[in-house]
């Protein structure tokens, strides 16, 4: 809900506030006109009308706001089933170059407990230099497993596009 508290929206607000309003005003002239001497049935078939623009106006707008928290939350849905699959993917990656070994045939120590994740492998760049990452450092996944998990992914990915080089 708070995404309808930004500028655009409250301008949108204020519009179709205004609108209703307007179409409140015109329908209350039209009845005032309808009751004087020379006012017509005319006159009363607008006062009825312009009060069902006034509603239409808030109606639509509300529908607006419906679809467009829908269309967001259903966007918000897609992103992040494609980041689990990218995940995933990466995942799968790293599981599978952990069991071929890493790509220098060294392992990283690791943090005591015996067991070596797959963010603890050192990777060589292509004609042997270092990644860039210093012997012996440890990742910290336990700070942000999110952000662990992305460094994984991104990591995995390069590694699948330098083998495909």
Known sequence: MSRFLRPGWVVGHVLVLVAALVC?????????R?????GTIQNFGYALLWPAFGIAFVYMWIKFMRLEAERS???????RESLELMFAEAESFTAEA???????????????????????MEASAPGGQDSGSPAG???????DPELAAYNRALAALAEKDRRAR
């Open 24 to 32: 409140f005003r015109l329908a209350w002239w039209q009845l005032d």
């Open 34 to 38: 309808s009751e004087e001497a020379d």
């Open 73 to 79: 939350a259903q966007e918000e849905q897609e992103h």
């Open 98 to 120: 952990a069991g071929v070994g890493s790509v220098t045939g060294q392992e990283r120590p690791g943090d005591g407990s015996g067991e070596t994740g797959a963010g603890t």
């Open 137 to 143: 450092v440890v990742d910290d996944e336990d700070d």
